[in-house]
């Protein structure tokens, strides 16, 4: 979900900032994707809609919709009537709702095989596989990492891992960037391609829903500080089927076609940790948390413009690891080599 609009929360307007120059890159970027890579990324602008289900839902949404408003969003309020005119299997008697025109979707698991693709065309080797077990530093600077079975030389290191971004050894402990895991359980349903039960995306007071292209609907997720643990319970699924469903009731005649586990990168203030690290050649590109997708495009050019040249965007300059740390130095920006490390 490239949801910059309907997300933004108090406290995140330097966040949201960084989220709409990134979404405001995404048609462009799927475009330059699609062409390179021959795969579609699933890029759809329907739009999202975000419903209450009772008055109290109702007033919150209200309360959130006004803020979001008086940020210079895009956001339209529907009466509940309007909002079943645009998607009619929505629950009768729902009191309203907002759409939001320029928060889109795309399909992550067909954007991860296009950006697979177009990497390995400019001349990208992926180890598919095989996990970086270590950074190794030496006097000060990133020299190479080491994997289950190889060495690689690098003169700079992107540690990309994610959820993972701290089990990486050789970086000094207080180097580390501040990253969790944040678990999420979610499922899909199967519609029928040709006759979906839903086209917006659809956020719920508890939930969202997002429906493929391929007749999956995503119901998702969610949000628990487990660790890595991947355990399907009961009770996660129990509650967000039974969130979609009060939302939309047909959902209960339709097969289920999945369940699986994802762990979001949630860093302390949940904002993205981009840039120097405070170790020579060691870049940041983790800690999205729930915006990883959204923020693929403007990740991609913030941190592939500082190994090329050093510097760093400045929209990117509230979210460095020094946020955490006032005291860490800035690295030099020696560049030839770079290796991603550990990406999931």
């Given at each position: 979900m490239l949801a910059a609009a309907v997300e933004t929360e108090p406290g995140e307007e330097a966040l949201l900032g960084l989220n709409l120059e990134s979404q405001r890159m995404w048609p462009d970027f799927a475009r330059e994707l699609e062409a390179s890579s021959g795969i579609s990324v699933g890029y759809r602008s329907e739009g999202t809609i975000v419903v209450a289900l009772t008055r109290d839902d109702s007033e919150q949404?209200?309360?959130?919709?006004?803020?979001?408003?008086?940020?210079?969003?895009?956001?339209?309020?529907?009466?509940?009537?309007?909002?079943?005119?645009?998607?009619?299997?929505?629950?009768?008697?729902?009191?309203?709702?907002?759409?939001?025109?320029?928060?889109?979707?795309?399909?992550?698991?067909?954007?991860?095989?296009?950006?697979?693709?177009?990497?390995?065309?400019?001349?990208?080797?992926?180890?598919?596989n095989t996990a970086a077990r270590e950074v190794e530093i030496t006097n000060g600077r990133v020299t190479a990492v080491a994997t289950d079975d190889r060495r690689e030389h690098a003169d700079v290191v992107v540690l990309?891992?994610?959820?993972?971004?701290?089990?990486?050894?050789?970086?000094?402990?207080?180097?580390?960037?501040?990253?969790?895991?944040?678990?999420?359980?979610?499922?899909?349903?199967?519609?029928?391609?040709?006759?979906?039960?839903?086209?917006?995306?659809?956020?719920?007071?508890?939930?969202?829903?997002v429906p493929r292209r391929d007749g999956r609907l995503v119901i998702g997720g969610t949000v628990?500080?487990?660790?890595?643990?991947?355990?399907?319970?009961?009770?996660?699924?129990?509650?967000l089927i039974e969130g979609a469903w009060r939302a939309m009731p047909a959902i209960e005649e339709l097969p289920v076609a999945e369940t699986w586990v994802g762990f979001r990168p949630g860093s302390r203030d949940d904002a993205p940790i981009l840039g120097p690290s405070g170790i020579d050649g060691l870049v940041f590109a983790t800690g999205h948390h729930r915006n990883g997708i959204l923020l693929t495009p403007l990740t991609a050019e913030?941190?592939?413009?500082?190994?090329?040249?050093?510097?760093?965007?400045?929209?990117?300059?509230?979210?460095?690891?020094?946020?955490?740390?006032?005291?860490?130095?800035?690295?030099?920006?020696?560049?030839?080599?770079?290796?991603?490390?550990?990406?999931?």
């Open positions: 949404l209200r309360f959130t919709y006004d803020f979001q408003k008086g940020l210079g969003l895009d956001l339209e309020w529907l009466s509940g009537v309007e909002a079943r005119r645009r998607e009619p299997h929505l629950r009768p008697g729902i009191p309203g709702a907002v759409f939001s025109p320029r928060d889109h979707q795309v399909d992550n698991r067909q954007l991860t095989q296009a950006l697979a693709k177009a990497a390995c065309k400019a001349g990208a080797v992926i180890h598919e990309a891992a994610g959820a993972w971004s701290r089990e990486i050894a050789g970086i000094p402990a207080a180097r580390l960037p501040p990253v969790r895991p944040v678990k999420g359980q979610m499922l899909a349903l199967s519609m029928d391609p040709a006759n979906p039960l839903l086209r917006h995306v659809l956020w719920l007071p508890r939930g969202y829903l628990e500080e487990h660790g890595f643990n991947d355990t399907i319970t009961a009770g996660g699924l129990l509650a913030v941190v592939s413009a500082y190994v090329l040249t050093g510097r760093l965007a400045e929209a990117a300059r509230p979210f460095t690891p020094e946020r955490f740390d006032d005291d860490a130095p800035q690295p030099s920006a020696a560049i030839r080599r770079t290796v991603s490390a550990g990406a999931r």
